[in-house]
């Protein structure tokens, strides 16, 4: 009668065991990781102006054009003006103001 409480025993010892190694190994792991990924990384107030400047761009679109553009919709030509315009008559609550 002791040998089936015995067995029980000895599984929950052996799971117990294998639970503890795994959480070991995922945590060194996670050390070792984070431990690469801070050789790495670089903080934003180590950078030179210049390379600061590299980590973004601002694009221009049509900025040294002198015409003005446009596109076509519905079969009317929408220009900078005409949605300025459109935009400014909205009320205020239908603007969808950023901030």
Not at 13 to 35: I, P, S, V, Y
Not at 59 to 64: G, I, K, L, S, V
Request: overall charge neutral; charged content about 30%.
């Amino acid at each position: 009668m002791n040998e089936p409480i015995r067995t029980q025993w000895q599984i929950r010892c052996a799971f117990n065991g294998f639970c503890k190694q795994a959480l070991k190994r995922e945590a060194m792991n996670a050390h070792r990781d984070t431990k690469q990924r801070q050789l790495r990384e670089v903080n934003f107030s180590d950078l030179s102006p210049q390379k600061e400047n590299t980590l973004y761009v601002c694009d221009e679109y049509f900025a040294d054009d002198e015409t003005e553009q446009s596109f076509v919709v519905g079969g009317k030509e929408i220009t900078a003006k005409l949605l300025a315009k459109a935009l400014h008559s909205l009320p205020e609550e239908k603007r969808g103001t950023v901030g």
